[in-house]
């Protein structure tokens, strides 16, 4: 299978917990995309790369958010001190370049109790 | 500010045809996309329409736009209970070709 890739499909944090989720994108895609969606809701923006630079954060990402993309591959996502409203379901979308159609992962549940 | 909206429930009987509506605000938008997401599942890119189009017709799939209304319709013939899904019309930002969704539209195909 070649397609958008995340890992874990889901997860239950308690509170002020930290964690990570990666996504692994089509390979040779430059563009690579989080949104956050929650019950209900369309996808929202909250960040891209290009390569390894990552060129937009939407007000939406708090400092407690972080996300990299090290080496123009993978990416990860980090929230620290999680939440109850971080509770959502996270996407991750690759594209092989900025005007092509971005193809996106199954993404990662996030439950915060 | 960019703002894309849609109606939220869709009923109807299998065999019928489904028309899913949408507006966009971003006259800008080079690509108008419709995705289809199932329950727990992420997005599935359904088609696409260049701005400068009017029709797109892809098997059972048809896209209208009407570029001056800024108004997006995906007809799906044949409406199988498989077509049970949300969907999702999003126009892609100028500039950083970021998508902006709208809320999905609920269609629910009966037997």
């Known amino acids: 299978d070649t397609g958008v890739s995340q890992d874990p499909r889901h997860k239950i944090t308690k509170r002020g917990q930290n964690v990570t989720f990666r996504c692994d994108p089509i390979?040779?895609?430059?563009?690579l995309y989080w949104y956050r969606q929650t019950l209900g809701q369309g996808p929202e923006f909250l960040t891209y790369f290009q390569n390894e630079a990552q060129l937009e954060k939407s007000r939406l990402l708090s400092d407690r958010f972080s996300a990299e993309r090290p080496k123009g591959s993978f990416s990860t996502l980090e929230i620290q001190r999680t939440e109850q409203g971080d509770s959502a379901m996270y996407l991750c979308?690759?594209?092989?370049?900025?005007?092509?159609?971005?193809?996106f992962g199954p993404g990662t549940r996030l439950l915060v109790l | 500010g960019e703002d894309v909206e849609q109606s939220l429930f869709l009923s109807v009987r299998e065999g019928d045809s489904s028309v899913i509506n949408c507006t966009y605000t971003d006259s800008s938008s080079t690509y108008l996309y419709w995705y289809k997401q199932e329950p727990g599942a992420g997005l599935q890119l359904l088609t696409y329409?260049?701005?400068?189009?009017d029709m797109k017709q892809d098997q059972r799939l048809t896209v209208l736009l009407n570029k001056k209304d800024k108004h997006l319709s995906l007809r799906i013939a044949d409406t199988q209970t498989g077509d049970s899904a949300i969907y999702f019309c999003?126009?892609?930002?100028?500039?950083?070709?970021?998508?902006?969704f709208g809320t999905g539209t609920r269609l629910k195909v009966l037997a």
């Open positions: 390979s040779e895609h430059n563009r």
């Open positions: 329409i260049f701005s400068n189009m």
């Open positions: 979308a690759s594209s092989l370049g900025p005007q092509e159609t971005q193809y």
């Open positions: 999003a126009e892609s930002s100028a500039g950083t070709y970021k998508y902006i």
